[in-house]
C-alpha cells in the first residue's frame, strides 16, 4: 500500500536542490506514483516543489548524486552489511505500508542471505512514514528499538503478517519492542518519545522529499531508483548491474 505524504508531514518547505538531483526527483517520483498508487485517494498531491529551484551550473548526473545519499556510517543502527560494500540499497518504507510488508516478508530476507552475508549489499533503511500519526509512532519506535541494537528484530516483527492490522498505539509498540526483545523497555519508552528519535525521522524524511519519493516502498540501489514492492528478480538484476559497475570502476 501506498500513497502521497499526509499534511501532518513536518516538512512543507520548498527545498533548494540542484538540477541532476531536480530531474532524479521527477523520475523517482513518477516511476513511484503510477508503480504503487495510493488507494482511496489517501494523501495529498505529489510534493512538485521538492524538484522547482535548480542551482545554477550544477551536475546533470542525478544517478551520481541519488548515489552519494548511501551513508555508509559504520555505526549506523537501521542498517545491515558492510559500510564498504560495493553496492547499497536505500530503503524508503513506512511500517503501515502493505507492500512494505510484502518486501519485508517475500524479498528482503533473501537479499540478506544471497547478498549481505557475502559483502556485495548494504542495505539502508530511511523512515519515511505517510499515513500519519501510528506511522510516525512506529517510525520512532523502530529508531529506540535499533538503539539497543534491535531494528532488524523490531522491523520483522512489525512486519508481520497482520501486524499492520494491529495499529501502533503505545501499548502495541512495546509489545512489539518486547517481541523483538529489546532488553531495557523503559530506556526504549524514553528514547522513541525523545528528540534524538524526532531528529533521525525529520532527516529521513527531508532526504526523501527532496529526491521526490511520493509512495512506498521506494528504493535507491547504488543511485538507481525503484519503486515498489518488484519481485526479486529485479533487485537481483539491478544488484547485478550496481556490482558489475562499481568492479568496472
Known sequence: MSASPSPSSPSRKP?????????????????????????NGAGTAARSSAASAPEAGA???PTAQLKALARRESGDKLAAGRAD????????????????????????????KKYVEDGTLRIEWRNFPI???????AAKAAWAAGQQDRFAQFHAAAYAEGAREKGFGAERLTE??????VPDLER????????????????????????????TPSFLI???????????????AAIAKAKAQAAAK
Do not use: H
Request: glycine share 10%; proline share 5%; with cysteine.
Open 59 to 61: 551536475t546533470a548526473d
Open 85 to 112: 560494500a560495493p553496492v547499497v540499497l536505500i530503503e524508503y518504507s513506512d511500517f503501515k505500508c502493505g507492500y512494505c510488508g510484502k518486501f519485508a516478508r517475500d524479498t528482503e530476507p533473501g537479499l540478506v
Open 188 to 215: 526504549f519508552t524514553t528514547d522513541m518519545a525523545g528528540e534524538q528519535a524526532a531528529a533521525a525521522l525529520a532527516k529521513d524524511q527531508e532526504e526523501g522529499y527532496r529526491i521526490g519519493v511520493t509512495s
Open 15 to 39: 527545498l533548494l536542490i540542484s538540477a541532476g538531483v531536480a530531474l532524479a526527483a521527477v523520475t523517482l517520483g513518477l516511476v513511484s506514483w503510477q508503480a504503487t498508487k495510493p488507494e
Open 222 to 236: 547504488n543511485g538507481q531508483p525503484i519503486a515498489g514492492a518488484q519481485p526479486p528478480a529485479a533487485f537481483e
Open 131 to 137: 499515513f500519519g500519526a501510528d506511522s510516525e509512532a
Open 176 to 181: 512489539l519492542a518486547r517481541e523483538a526483545g
